[in-house]
């Protein structure tokens, strides 16, 4: 590979490693929401089949991209899930929130595995519309794809699986230290939605929401802006579960 293509290739990368990073965020916040409540040993077997699972749907997706992209479905169904159970969550009285307790470990595993697909697609969608411009290199083709972009792809997801594993066992043990933060945590998880959403008004097939507004800065700015806004709200509402306990 030629340097200048080889420098092209790496800046996408560096790029694609930020956008995952910050695309897995949300991610790990659902997935630790969902398994906080159970008990440490399945809620850690939990997580690791979620990233396992995170893993398999982003590698499917990139093979079967051209079929995803097609399907605005899949991010519909995701996104009215992620917004379901944070209004559920919101409007569940302090006395009932107990019951959630008694939610099986395959339950929340099947849930998991829902967000996991719904987060696949747009994390993909989002890599592949990044790489799509670069030259194609002499590597050959992976999944109906240029060898080089493929591997870029990869690094990627493997990237944003990796704050995923750290980013979702520090949302755990935040949550556990500050109960009273979920509320904020769920209306993140709504927020997330609402993204899923944008993108999915946003698809050709709809055509609601114009794509250029929701893949340009001022969306964004706006998506992100909120989602600071939400955590420190939250963070400066919430207190240790130390301090409602003395």
């Excluded at 997580?47 to 899949?74: E, H, K, T």
């Excluded at 591997?151 to 980013?167: H, N």
Aim: positive net charge; glycine residues 8%; aromatic residues 10%.
């Amino acid at each position: 590979m030629e340097l200048s293509l080889f420098l092209e290739y790496g800046w996408v990368l560096v790029i694609l490693i930020i956008l995952e990073g910050l695309l897995s965020a949300d991610n790990a916040l659902v997935l630790a929401i969902m398994a906080k409540h159970l008990p440490e040993e399945q809620r850690k077997k939990a997580i690791n089949i979620g990233l396992l699972m995170a893993f398999i749907f982003r590698i499917g997706a990139i093979f079967i991209i051209s079929f995803l992209y097609n399907v605005w479905q899949v991010q519909a169904i995701g996104a009215a899930y992620l917004i379901f159970i944070a209004v559920r969550h919101l409007l569940k009285r302090n006395g009932k929130e107990k019951a959630k307790k008694g939610k099986s470990y395959r339950m929340t595993v099947a849930q998991i595995a829902l967000a996991d697909i719904a987060f696949a697609v747009d994390s993909i969608l989002a890599a592949v519309a990044l790489v799509v411009d670069l030259p194609d290199t002499a590597m050959g083709n992976i999944g109906g794809m240029d060898g080089a972009k493929f591997i870029v792809i990869v690094i990627g997801a493997v990237a944003g699986l990796i704050v995923i594993r750290f980013a979702a066992g520090f949302f755990v043990k935040l949550l556990t230290k500050r109960p009273s933060l979920e509320k904020a945590a769920m209306l993140l998880v709504g927020w997330v939605g609402v993204k899923l959403l944008m993108h999915t008004l946003a698809h050709p097939a709809v055509n609601i929401v114009s794509q250029a507004f929701v893949e340009g800065g001022v969306w964004k700015t706006i998506f992100w802006s909120v989602m600071l806004l939400i955590a420190l709200g939250g963070w400066f509402l919430s207190k240790e579960k130390t301090d409602e306990t003395n």
